[in-house]
């Protein structure tokens, strides 16, 4: 397949998947779910950034699971995320929330984002690489590709209206770098996009070049298109 072939399948798949009835079942929809509310004056831009941050660290592993276990999460914090963060009573015991993640890693995240909001307004102010340390506790890593960071930052700042929330106005789409996934990185290798093998920033930074070429407004739309060409086998 040429490159000509190549951005024709992934302008085709980008506007096939980008649209909501694939996304039903994602954790898309607690961040969603709060924006909804937003929309209705019943919820703040902090409690969709709050479900976005625990819906994004829960992220990896089964749909259905991921679900799940936000879901849980979201129970635990009786579906007022950005209360319970500020309240500052959080469950911390060392059983499992989802997968090899704790109720103690989920509370340490909580306690972050407490420190966090009360100084600032909103996560948008922070880059990649400040979330990483400052919400999610772990250590700087300039090589890391931090995909649940970048698809936090595709939900909160893409806004063409099918899928993601458009609701932080101050980054440039144009800006956003693909998260870097397993199925992602498959699909970009498979289509002769990267030849790298390691899933790390240079490579996410690569496969989001190509993708400027295809979609030069909005490079991160073809985050469908990947994930759409693994699940399908179009590779």
């Known amino acids: 397949m040429n490159e000509t072939e190549v951005i024709q399948l992934l302008r085709d798949y980008a506007a096939q998947y980008n ?3 694939y996304f039903k079942g994602d954790p898309i929809i607690f961040p969603k779910h709060f ?6 004056g019943r919820a703040t831009l902090r409690d969709v950034e709050v479900a976005a941050a625990v819906a994004a660290h829960l992220a990896w592993g089964r749909r259905d699971m991921i679900v799940r276990d936000c879901r849980r999460a979201m129970d635990e914090m009786g579906w007022q995320p ?3 963060v500020m309240a500052g009573e ?17 509370a340490a995240i ?8 009360q100084d600032n307004e909103s996560l948008e ?7 990483r340390v400052l919400v999610y506790g772990q250590k700087d890593d300039p090589s890391a590709a931090n995909k649940k960071i970048h698809m936090l930052r ?12 458009g609701l932080w106005k101050r980054i440039d789409k144009r800006e956003l770098i693909i998260p870097l996934d397993v199925h992602v990185h498959r699909s970009a290798t498979n289509l002769g996009i990267t030849s790298r093998h390691s899933a790390d920033i240079r490579t996410a930074e690569e496969i989001t070049r190509f993708l400027l070429k295809v979609f030069p407004e909005d490079p991160v739309l073809g ?9 399908s086998g179009g590779c």
Request: net charge positive; glycine share 8%.
């Open 223 to 231: 985050d469908f298109a990947l994930f759409a060409v693994a699940a």
């Open 110 to 117: 909580c306690r972050r984002l407490r420190v966090f909001y």
């Open 154 to 165: 595709r939900w909160m700042v893409r806004d063409d209206g099918k899928v993601d929330l």
């Open 35 to 40: 924006a909804g509310l937003m929309a209705e």
């Open 82 to 84: 950005y209360g319970y």
């Open 90 to 106: 959080y469950r911390s015991d060392g059983t499992s929330l989802h997968r090899t993640v704790k109720w103690s890693e989920f």
């Open 125 to 131: 102010i922070l880059t990649p690489g400040q979330m």
């Open 19 to 21: 649209d909501w009835k």
